[in-house]
């Protein structure tokens, strides 16, 4: 299974990114489906996921700003970042449960100056 991340980059604090996570490979059924993010110097923390039955949650700092959501038909899932601040600035990681085992994407760089 592998997963191509797109959509980080640079922006100004509260402007927007949407960032995208493709699965393709042999997968059976996509099962919950995650963003995770990284800053220098911090341990990986889980941003948003969302199960096969669309139930979402969110770390508490992105709560009303981030928004995860899922396409099954092109085992895509999404989040969009709206209100960005300088401390979500960080590199984002999609993860993926499917066929029983998780896996991670390559990470995409998401950087929000003040």
């Known amino acids: 299974v592998q997963l191509v991340e797109s959509g980080g980059g640079l922006v100004q604090a509260g402007g927007s990114l949407r960032l995208s996570c493709a699965a393709s490979?042999?997968?059976?059924?996509?099962?919950?489906m995650g963003w995770y993010r990284q800053a220098p110097g911090k341990q990986r923390e889980l941003v948003a996921r969302?199960?096969?039955?669309?139930?979402?949650n969110y770390l508490d700092s992105v709560k009303g700003r981030f928004t995860i959501s899922r396409d099954n038909a092109k085992n895509t899932v999404y989040l969009q970042m709206n209100s960005l601040k300088p401390e979500d600035t960080a590199v984002y990681y999609c993860?993926?449960?499917?066929?029983?085992?998780?896996?991670w994407g390559q990470g995409t760089q998401v950087t929000v100056s003040s």
């Open positions: 490979g042999s997968i059976f059924t996509l099962n919950t």
């Open positions: 993860n993926v449960i499917t066929n029983g085992y998780g896996y």
């Open positions: 969302i199960t096969s039955g669309d139930y979402t």
